[in-house]
């Protein structure tokens, strides 16, 4: 299963752009990309998923280069109810019989 | 549609006894998956039950068992607890068993073992 590489933390504030980075290096052909967010002390939630070049809906952008070795989630004009951690998951579309791997994500901090 | 309740929201149980966490799926999911996350570390898959029939686990030894019923519910359990199994449990639930369809995940039960 192909492991994923993420920064611990990240700062922001309020109105700016978030793009934050996984990296992928052993991705596999059928392996989809896909982001979580998580609040403190709930569930994590689907926020993208993706297979290659762009994905965009009204939460995120998803950027997949065409090595897909990497790819890129964009948070367009941040608020503070952004302030959670992200999760980069690299694997079959919905898991391999509902094993998600979840990393330690991202935590984004976004300030006023 | 409802989304995925799980019950209790907190327990606090003692080394070595038992307990059981509750999940109820999101209306149409036949599929329940089940994570433990320790704080401060990502969610660390448990195992899946799909039709009421397990068809994966995670690397978690045999005191952790679950059951499915034919309403799609689940339940978790696990005996001998200890001190280390203090965790948040979360319940997720899908269409299908291969969770193409996506994973809605409830919002946990937060135990603690003393």
């Known amino acids: 299963l192909a492991k994923t590489t993420q920064p611990i933390s990240m700062d922001s504030y309020e109105g700016q752009e978030v793009n934050i980075t996984c990296s992928h290096n052993n991705i596999a052909t059928n392996d989809y990309i896909t982001w979580y967010q998580q609040f403190p002390s709930q569930g994590p939630r689907f926020i993208i998923q993706g297979y290659k070049t762009k994905v965009t809906n009204e939460v995120a952008s998803l950027f997949i280069p065409a090595d897909r070795k990497s790819s890129t989630l964009s948070l367009p004009r941040v608020s503070l109810s952004d302030t959670a951690v992200y999760y980069c998951l690299v694997g079959l579309r919905g898991g391999s019989q509902g094993n998600l791997i979840f990393g330690k994500g991202t935590k984004l901090s976004v300030k006023p | 549609e409802t989304g995925v309740t799980q019950s209790p929201t907190h327990l606090i149980k003692t080394r070595g006894q038992q307990v059981t966490l509750r999940c109820s799926s999101q209306?149409?999911?036949?599929?329940v998956s089940w994570y433990q996350q320790a704080l401060g570390q990502g969610p660390q898959f448990i195992f899946q039950?799909?039709?009421?029939?397990?068809?994966g686990r995670g690397n978690f030894p045999p005191r952790f068992s679950g059951l499915q019923f034919p309403n799609y519910s689940s339940e978790l359990n696990v005996n001998a607890l200890e001190l280390d199994d203090s965790a948040l449990y979360l319940c997720?639930?899908?269409?299908?068993?291969?969770?193409?369809?996506?994973?809605?995940f409830g919002s946990g039960t937060r135990l603690t073992v003393v």
């Open positions: 039950y799909y039709r009421e029939e397990e068809n």
């Open positions: 209306s149409g999911h036949n599929t």
């Open positions: 997720a639930s899908s269409r299908g068993g291969t969770g193409n369809y996506g994973y809605t």
